[in-house]
């Protein structure tokens, strides 16, 4: 069963802006914490926003400033707004939550000139 689906990744210039989306099923979204994570070749999965079920985020220091995390309740999705893309943003980008269920294909984001 698919219940995390990423989408709007794709390529873009440095500097550009991309808005990533993550559906799920109202049994994970209804749970406390989403998250943002990616990873790229040959480094281990990173997080890199965070968003509670009342709105609070968190963001990794790399994307601070850059990136945007918000929720839409009734339609169980998260969302990653990407703003001043750099080329070391490029990386497949999964959702999650905690305790982690079984992860997604995730979105590919390619930042390049």
């Known amino acids: 069963q698919v219940q995390l689906v990423e989408s709007g990744g794709g390529l873009v210039q440095p500097g550009g802006s991309l808005r990533l989306s993550c559906a799920t099923s109202r049994t994970i979204f209804s749970g406390n914490i989403m998250h943002w994570f990616r990873q790229a070749p040959g480094k281990q999965r990173e997080l890199v926003a965070t968003?509670?079920?009342?709105?609070?985020?968190g963001y990794a220091d790399s994307v601070k400033g850059r990136f945007a995390i918000s929720r839409d309740n009734a339609k169980n999705t998260v969302y990653l707004q990407m703003n001043s893309l750099k080329p070391e943003d490029t990386a497949v980008y999964y959702c999650?939550?905690?305790?982690?269920?079984?992860w997604g294909q995730g979105t590919q984001v390619t930042v390049s000139s």
């Open positions: 999650n939550t905690f305790p982690s269920r079984d």
């Open positions: 968003i509670t079920s009342s709105g609070m985020t």
